[in-house]
């Protein structure tokens, strides 16, 4: 992998250009995915004077979407962290919980849900711990639907916050761990991106975002909703859902968005990374919250009264700017569906 970096490299400068971590100011000591993935291979250079930069990639994969060369950029980027390790407060209590719980986040919800189906629900530690209202309505509405769908009572972390932190024999081990248990499912759906695309790089079953469930399973016809008082929604763009998933997955949104009375989906001036993935809100938490600012700012100017996001890290993350309202996607679905 790392070969064809070296050798695909046309020093255009694009991805640098791109990436949203190396466009913050105060961050002099982020060096850009060219420097951390292509030039310190390359050159075999003192790496030490990297340690902290490829931390702080959010893993958006924006910098390999634009280069010219269709580089491997983010997975370069993740070879890099694996070679330093967990350096930080943040990965060592994710490591710490894993050996605890299974998940990286110690776990608190009780959800109301059958404990077995044909579709299965998988909660995520994010969604979980920090978006249980994501969760439950979205099992809430599917049963409604009528899906046979279930959380079972026994799962543990997908692997891919630790993929993202370097700690790759945890990954193994928890894709280990979860095997009896996820394998029994017709189907796995979640409501987040990084579970999304961590567990079909692993499973021999569908698995489909919920967006995916509702559009090509249940199908948009099944779908009604009630009216809302007019409102202006700022609908973000998760990275791992987008450049991961698939940029379908948007276009469903905004299908099903765009089919609620009252509901007016509105176009922010700077589409980018909110900083809630790659393990940034543990490791920098303040940079993180710079660049949820800066997505909350432009849903403000555009005139959002609120932003939804079809992800639970990024709920998270931009909340913690705290001047705009943010709901995760499919809880606002939940709340607006007439199949409940
Ligand atoms: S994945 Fe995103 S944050 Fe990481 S180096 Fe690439 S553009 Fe920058
Ligand atoms: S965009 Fe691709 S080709 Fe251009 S500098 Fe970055 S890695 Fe090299």
Redesign the pocket.
């Known amino acids: 992998m790392m070969s064809r970096?070296e050798d695909?490299?046309?020093?255009?400068?694009?991805?640098?250009n791109a990436c949203p971590v190396f466009r913050i100011e105060n961050y002099p000591y982020f060096q850009g995915?060219?420097r951390i993935?292509?030039e310190a291979p390359r050159f075999s250079r003192e790496l030490t004077s990297l340690s902290d930069s490829p931390h702080m990639c959010t893993s958006c994969a924006l910098?390999e979407s634009?280069?010219?060369?269709r580089?491997p950029?983010t997975e370069a980027v993740l070879k890099m962290r694996t070679h330093y390790g967990i350096e930080s407060e943040g990965g060592r209590r994710m490591i710490s919980n894993i050996n605890q719980y299974g998940r990286t986040i110690a776990p608190t919800s009780k959800f109301t849900s059958p404990v077995s189906g044909s579709t299965l629900f998988f909660p995520g530690c994010i969604g979980d711990a920090r978006v249980p209202s994501a969760v439950q309505g979205a099992v809430d509405m599917l049963i409604a639907l009528g899906d046979q769908v279930y959380i079972p009572n026994e799962w543990y972390c997908c692997g891919s916050p630790l993929e993202k932190i370097g700690a790759k024999s945890e990954v193994d081990r928890l894709q280990e761990m979860n095997s009896a248990i996820l394998g029994t499912a017709e189907r796995i759906v979640t409501a987040c991106p990084g579970c999304t695309f961590q567990l079909q790089k692993n499973s021999n079953v569908d698995v489909l975002h919920v967006l995916e469930h509702l559009f090509e399973v249940i199908t948009p016809s099944r779908l009604r909703w009630r009216s809302t008082n007019p409102i202006n929604v700022a609908l973000h763009s998760p990275c791992h859902l987008v450049r991961s998933v698939g940029p379908h997955t948007m276009d469903y949104a905004r299908e099903i968005l765009g089919s609620i009375a009252g509901v007016r989906v509105i176009d922010m001036d700077d589409e980018g990374c909110c900083g809630g993935g790659g393990g940034v809100t543990s490791t920098f938490p303040e940079m993180a919250l710079k660049m949820a600012r800066l997505r909350v700012e432009s849903a403000i100017r555009a005139g959002a009264h609120m932003i939804l996001a079809p992800c639970p890290f990024c709920v998270v993350n931009l909340r913690r700017v705290g001047d705009l309202e943010v709901k995760d996607l499919t809880a606002f679905l939940t709340e607006l569906s007439l199949c409940r």
Do not use: D, E, H, N
Not at 8 to 16: N, S
């Open positions: 970096i695909g490299c046309i020093k255009c400068g694009t991805c640098q995915p060219r993935a292509v910098c634009v280069c010219p060369s580089l950029i």
